[in-house]
C-alpha cells in the first residue's frame, strides 16, 4: 500500500545543518512536500518539489529527490532554534491522494 | 496568498452537545476541502475529502453520522462533531487545494476541541 516513513526525532546543534530524510512508496508520485508544525498551530507548507526534478533551494531549505529510491530529504542550513518543530513529508500519490509521514520532531539546542 | 482559517481556534464543551467548526478559504476558491484529526504527537489522521456542493467521502472508520461535513460554497466547510464524547477530543485541523495551486494543500491553524 501507499506509506511514507520518517525517523522520529533529530537533535542538532544551534549553527549546524539538519537532514531530515522520509521514504515513501509510490513510484507514480507528481508532487513530495516538506511541511512545519509548531506547537498547538497547523502546518505550515514549507516546499515542495515536483516528482520530476532531483533537487531544489529555497535559502536555507535544500530538498533532495532520489526517485529511484524513493528517497526524499530536507536539509536546513544553520539551524537556528526557531526551527525547533515537527517535520511532515507528503507525497500526492498517481492516486491524487495525499499521504503524510509521522512527522520528524527537530530539537535545536541552543 | 492561499490562506486557510479556522474558527474557533479553541472549545470546551459538554459531553452530548454538539460542536461546529468552520473552515475558510481567505484568499482562493477552495475546490477541495479536507478535515484530518491529530492525536498528541501523531500524525494527521485524513477523516474525509469534501468537494464544493457535494458529498463528503469519508475515509473507512469515520462515523458519517457523527462528523457531518458541510461544503456549502467555495471558500468554506463545516464540520460538526455531533453528540460529542470526552473521547472526541483533539485537534481537528482542516486543509483546502484549489485550482492552480498544484495540489497543494494549504492547512488552517487547528482547533482544540475537549469534551469534558
Known amino acids: 500500500g501507499e506509506d511514507v516513513e520518517q525517523s522520529l526525532f533529530l537533535s542538532v546543534r544551534e549553527g549546524d545543518s539538519s537532514v531530515i530524510n522520509c521514504t515513501y512508496t509510490d513510484s507514480s508520485s507528481t508532487y513530495l512536500y516538506w511541511y512545519k508544525q509548531e506547537p498547538g498551530a497547523g502546518l505550515q507548507l514549507l516546499t515542495y518539489?515536483?516528482?520530476?526534478?532531483d533537487m531544489k533551494q529555497d535559502q536555507r531549505l535544500t530538498v533532495l529527490l532520489n526517485k529511484k529510491d524513493k528517497h526524499l530529504s530536507l536539509r536546513i542550513a544553520d539551524t537556528q532554534t526557531g526551527d525547533s518543530a515537527i517535520y511532515f513529508c507528503?507525497?500526492?500519490?498517481?492516486?491524487?491522494?495525499?499521504?503524510f509521514g509521522a512527522g520528524t520532531r527537530l530539537f535545536v539546542k541552543a | 496568498g492561499a490562506v486557510v482559517s479556522q474558527h474557533p481556534s479553541r472549545v470546551i464543551c459538554k459531553s452530548g452537545t454538539s460542536v461546529k467548526i468552520e473552515c475558510r478559504s481567505l484568499d482562493f476558491q477552495a475546490t477541495t476541502m479536507f478535515w484530518y484529526r491529530q492525536f498528541p504527537k501523531q500524525s494527521l489522521m485524513l477523516m474525509a475529502t469534501s468537494n464544493e456542493g457535494s458529498k463528503a467521502t469519508y475515509e473507512q472508520g469515520v462515523e458519517k453520522d457523527k462528523f457531518l461535513i458541510n461544503h456549502a460554497s467555495l471558500t468554506l466547510s463545516t464540520l460538526t462533531v455531533t453528540s460529542a464524547h470526552p473521547e472526541d477530543s483533539s485537534f481537528y485541523i482542516c486543509?483546502?487545494?484549489?485550482?492552480?495551486?498544484?495540489?497543494?494543500?494549504?492547512f488552517g491553524p487547528g482547533t482544540r476541541l475537549t469534551v469534558l
Open positions: 486543509s483546502a487545494t484549489g485550482q492552480g495551486l498544484t495540489d497543494t494543500q494549504y
Open positions: 518539489i515536483f516528482s520530476n526534478m
Open positions: 507528503a507525497e500526492r500519490t498517481g492516486g491524487f491522494k495525499t499521504i
